[in-house]
Structure formats: structure tokens, C-alpha cells
């Protein structure tokens, strides 16, 4: 599943761990998981969040860097980090650029289109950054909850590495 690698070419704000501005071309580490997260209101983004800060030493065993890109103003971002100290990257988009360019799914037509709240659903996109960097996994959340388990990404990331 390879995917277009001008959607590897950004540069967002980063409000928590990390230099301030963040492209994945400048990460050292063998895979990138991004967490395309819905809006700031999102209990269920939030949760996911916390659990990832919880386990990241997991991810970080594996060389695999996870990125939270918010599609929200840096102010509201790093109200997430003064909340939750995350340590791993907390980008602002607050365009949804990088959402847009990952096709991230919304609901609701036009209407989803135009209110992040409403329409905007999660996404996971795991990225093997060896080599040439390539889209191995995406997960395109149907609702809100729908999220992949923490335990099925690292074990894809570990049959990646395998």
C-alpha cells in the first residue's frame, strides 16, 4: 500500500516533545505512526493520547515514533500538552492539510466537510520510514471510537521489522 510521498512532505507547529516544527523527512527512527485525531473536543482522541503516552517506551523499543497531528490552532494544542505532557510530538494543523492529504474519512457529506466536531473521524497511518518511505497501514475510522488497538500496531510494526 504505497502511498504518494509528497503526503510525507509537511512541516507542522510541534507544541510538545520534539524540535518546534515537525516534518516526518527529518525523523530518525525506522517507522512513524501518525494519529490523525478528529478535533480538540475529542474525548475519544484525548483517551487515545494518554494510552499512547502510557506505552510509548513500547513504541520507542521498536524505533517507532508516534506523531498526534490536531487539526486545531497551536493554542488549543497545547492546552492537550499542558494537559497530558506528551512525550512524543503534538502537531497543530490547523488547516487539517495533513488530514486532507491523507484522505482522513468524515461523515455527513458536506456538512462533515465543514465542521471537524461533526464529520472529521480518526486515522492511523503507519509508515516505514527505512528506505524509501512508504504508507504500510492505514486505519480509517467509520466513528469516532473506531481506532485500532495499540497491541495490533506494535505487532505490525514488529512484523515490519521482523
Keep these: 500500500m504505497s502511498a504518494n510521498t509528497n503526503s510525507l512532505d509537511f512541516e507542522l507547529p510541534n507544541v510538545a516533545a520534539g524540535p518546534e516544527t515537525l516534518s516526518p523527512a527529518t525523523l530518525?527512527?525506522?517507522?512513524?505512526?501518525?494519529?490523525?485525531q478528529r478535533d480538540y473536543y475529542c474525548k475519544v482522541c484525548r483517551r487515545q493520547v494518554q494510552s499512547v503516552k502510557r506505552r510509548y517506551?513500547?513504541?520507542e523499543a521498536r524505533d517507532a515514533e508516534v506523531v498526534s497531528v490536531l487539526p486545531d490552532p497551536p493554542e488549543r494544542a497545547e492546552k492537550w500538552q499542558r494537559s497530558y505532557?506528551?512525550?512524543?510530538?503534538?502537531?497543530?494543523?490547523?488547516?487539517?492539510e495533513v488530514g486532507d492529504e491523507f484522505d482522513q474519512p468524515t461523515r455527513f457529506g458536506a456538512l462533515g466537510k465543514l465542521h471537524d466536531m461533526v464529520g472529521r473521524?480518526?486515522?492511523a497511518v503507519l509508515v516505514d520510514l527505512r528506505d524509501d518511505p512508504e504508507v504500510v497501514y492505514t486505519h480509517r475510522g467509520s466513528?469516532?471510537?473506531?481506532?485500532?488497538?495499540?497491541?495490533?500496531l506494535l505487532?505490525?510494526?514488529d512484523r515490519l521489522a521482523a
Design 28 to 36: 530518525d527512527a525506522d517507522f512513524l505512526l501518525l494519529l490523525l
Design 57 to 59: 517506551d513500547e513504541f
Design 85 to 96: 505532557d506528551l512525550p512524543f510530538p503534538l502537531l497543530a494543523d490547523p488547516g487539517a
Design 121 to 123: 473521524m480518526p486515522e
Design 143 to 152: 466513528n469516532p471510537a473506531d481506532r485500532p488497538k495499540l497491541d495490533d
Design 155 to 157: 505487532r505490525r510494526i
